[in-house]
Structure formats: structure tokens, C-alpha cells
């Protein structure tokens, strides 16, 4: 089974009725393959699409080869200012855009964030690109969180990972807003984070899940309920890859800081790769140039 789903790349040939691409253009590949017949791709909804082929996802290959072969209309040119690398990272960027359109981030919106890994990094940077004038991230790791502040979170609050906590963290994150949270964004995805989201977020706001970590969650959601705090699913994304190309473009975000490792493509560099991945630490983003 081949990997990897965040990529950009060269195109070297393009199919007879390709008009928008031509040899040497360097593109961002959007990795899903919608059916456009289903309902959900008739609706515009096509990251819902109930026969999405996806990049490694059994039993579709990914991306990490020498070649592959994609939809013209999924490979987006990328502007001359943009590198490869940042084309590739359209990929995760894409999450915190379509999230942030999920939820309605403005300039108005106060955000908290729940996790400070790769995908909240970017749901911060997205929200903060898109006018929320206020975000706080919050993690249990302090390199993660100093990462955060690097890349211009407002404030950062290290918790613990003991769901007795929550209440007492509450009261720490409101405070350190400082204002109404409008719109929480749950990018890890456990019982304690959304139980924080869900009890941080002021009455007639937002709670977005955007992580995974757990299938099943046992959360507080009655008494959100009672303050209409509404909840809203993300799956992966839709039509972001020219947004998120423009953000790069025009330096309102900048993934850069994200990419901390780079290898080649021996065998040798790939097994360096994912162990330095596998370990954590300071890796966020671990980048391979073909």
C-alpha cells in the first residue's frame, strides 16, 4: 500500500483533452476523487461523496512515488511566489479553511482552539486569516504551545490531561480570553477536549470537531444544549485549494515554520523519515523532496 496525501508536484504529461496544464507547470494536488454523481456531489458536498476515491486510503494508492496520474481539474498551478513545499501543505491547510467556513470565522469571532498539533497549528493560522481577532490555543505539551505563539496565537494555556480538570480550565481559558468564546475548534478530539469546547464556549456559540481521536466520546452535551451551543462536523474539505493558494500568495499565512524536517527519497532517508515523525518532539511537518 502506497501513502501520502499531502503533495505538490511537476507535471510532466498532460491527456489530449487537458487544456488548463501543460508540461512543466507545478501544481498542488487536491488528493480526493469525488464521484459527481451521488447526492452529496450534485449538492456541491463532494468531500461527503459516497464513492470518494482517496490518496491511501485501501484500496486507493497515495501520493509518496515518483509519478502518479490525477485529475486535471485536481491539480492547481501554483503562483511564483509559492514553492512546492507549500503547495504540498495546501493539504492540511485545507482542514482549518474548510473548518473555518464551517464555523463562520469573521472578524467579529473570538476562537479557542483545542490542540496545538499540525492540524490546529493551521486552524489557527486559517482563523486568523479569515479576521477572528482574538485566538488562544490550548495543549499539554509546551513546545507545541511555543509553537503556537511563534506563529501568532494571542495567548497560549497549557492544561493537563486529567478530565477532572476541566471545570477548573474552564474558568483559566475564559479568563484569558478575556471576551465571549464565539467558536470553539476541537482539533484533537478526546473526551476532555470537547468536554472543555463544550463548557468553554459561550451561550449561542460554536463547537467545530475537526479531530478524530476517539470514535465515541462521553461529553456534557445537555447542558450545551441548554446555552445552544451548536455543533458542527468537519470531513476533510471542499473548493479550498484557490482560497488556501491566495493566502499563500498574498502572505496572509505562512506554512513554512510548519515544515521542520526534510529528506530525500532513499530508502534510507524514508526509514529516517518516519522515525523521526514516529518520535514526535520538535517535528511538526516532515517533508520529502523527490
Known sequence: MVIGHECAGII???????????????????????????????????????????????????????????????????????SLEEGAMCEPLSVGVHACRRANIGPETNVLIMGAGPIGLVTMLAARAFGAPKTVIVDVDDHRLSVAKSLGADDIIKVSTNIKDVAEEVVQIQKVMGAGIDVTFDCAGFDKTMSTALSATQPGGKVCLVGMGHSEMTV???????????????????????????????????????????????????????????????????????
Open 12 to 82: 510532466e504529461e498532460v491527456g489530449s483533452q487537458v487544456k488548463s496544464l501543460v508540461p512543466g507547470d507545478r501544481v498542488a494536488i487536491e488528493p480526493g476523487i469525488s464521484c459527481w454523481h451521488c447526492n452529496h456531489c450534485k449538492h456541491g458536498r463532494y468531500n461527503l461523496c459516497d464513492d470518494m476515491k482517496f490518496f491511501a486510503t485501501p484500496p486507493v494508492h497515495g501520493s509518496l512515488a515518483n509519478q502518479i496520474v490525477h485529475p486535471a481539474d485536481l491539480c492547481f498551478k501554483l503562483p511564483d511566489n509559492v
Open 220 to 290: 456534557p452535551l445537555t447542558p450545551a444544549a441548554a446555552r445552544e451551543v451548536d455543533v458542527v462536523g468537519v470531513f476533510r474539505y471542499m473548493n479550498t485549494w484557490p482560497l488556501c493558494l491566495e493566502f499563500l500568495r498574498s502572505g496572509k499565512i505562512d506554512v513554512k515554520p510548519l515544515i521542520t524536517h526534510r529528506f530525500g527519497f532513499s530508502q534510507k532517508e524514508v526509514e529516517e523519515a518516519f522515525e523521526t515523525s514516529a518520535r514526535g518532539g520538535n517535528a511538526i511537518k516532515v517533508m520529502f523532496n523527490l
